[in-house]
């Protein structure tokens, strides 16, 4: 019983940082997803989409 004032501290802290590291990614990940509309609404596509077309095509690039 002697470190269970450590234990919960490290309980905690890693409970916080947990919880930062998910809301991080959840806004993240909201800013990313308004990104994209943003890009393609200006008409900007997709590399990987542009490369995938011009393979079917037989085209480069």
């Given at each position: 019983?002697?470190?269970?004032g450590f234990?919960?501290?490290?309980?905690?802290?890693t409970g916080v940082v947990l919880a930062l590291t998910v809301a991080w990614v959840l806004?993240?990940?909201?800013?990313?997803?308004n990104e994209l509309k943003r890009l393609e609404?200006?008409?900007?596509?997709?590399?990987?989409?542009?490369?995938?077309?011009a393979g079917k095509a037989g085209e480069t690039p």
């Open positions: 019983m002697r470190h269970l234990v919960l501290a490290a309980y905690g802290v806004i993240d990940q909201r800013l990313r997803r609404a200006a008409g900007v596509r997709r590399s990987a989409v542009r490369v995938e077309k």
